[in-house]
Nanobody, 122 residues
Framework: QVQLVESGGGSVQAGGSLRLSCAAS????????MAWFRQAPGKEREFVVG????????NYGDSAKGRFTISRNNAKNTVILQMNNLKPEDTAVYYC???????????????WGQGTQVTVSS
């Protein structure tokens, strides 16, 4: 059974930082492209950033460029999202996702975590 479990969400003031983690199990982690999406209330799920199987390539959505950094540790089956200079508009549920090919669409990813809430206050 594949599981993606996010952690590290919480509440922070604007300008602060959070570090999200995603722990994967039940899949050949190093074969999967991993990504973070987010969904704010009343909005569609939005691609944040993706990372290739070995971590050599990354693809940042416009909202994440210059502020967020994705990394992965294939030995520990984890993917990390470091978020700096957070803004109130970053408030959302953040989801970890895994797929077999790079992409920025919801349908590109087969496996999803349950999400972790990030709230940024002004």
């Amino acid at each position: 059974q594949v599981q993606l479990v996010e952690s590290g969400g919480g509440s922070v003031q604007a300008g602060g930082s959070l570090r999200l983690s995603c722990a994967a199990s039940g899949l050949a982690f190093s074969m999967y492209v991993m990504a973070w999406f987010r969904q704010a209330p009343g909005k569609e799920r939005e691609f944040v950033v993706g990372i290739s199987q070995r971590g050599q390539n990354t693809n940042y959505g416009d909202s994440a460029k210059g502020r967020f950094t994705i990394s992965r540790n294939n030995a520990k089956n984890t993917v990390i999202l470091q978020m700096n200079n957070l803004k109130p508009e970053d408030t959302a549920v953040y989801y970890c996702a895994g797929g077999l090919a790079p992409g920025s669409r919801f349908v590109d990813y087969k496996y999803w975590g349950q999400g972790t809430q990030v709230t940024v206050s002004s």
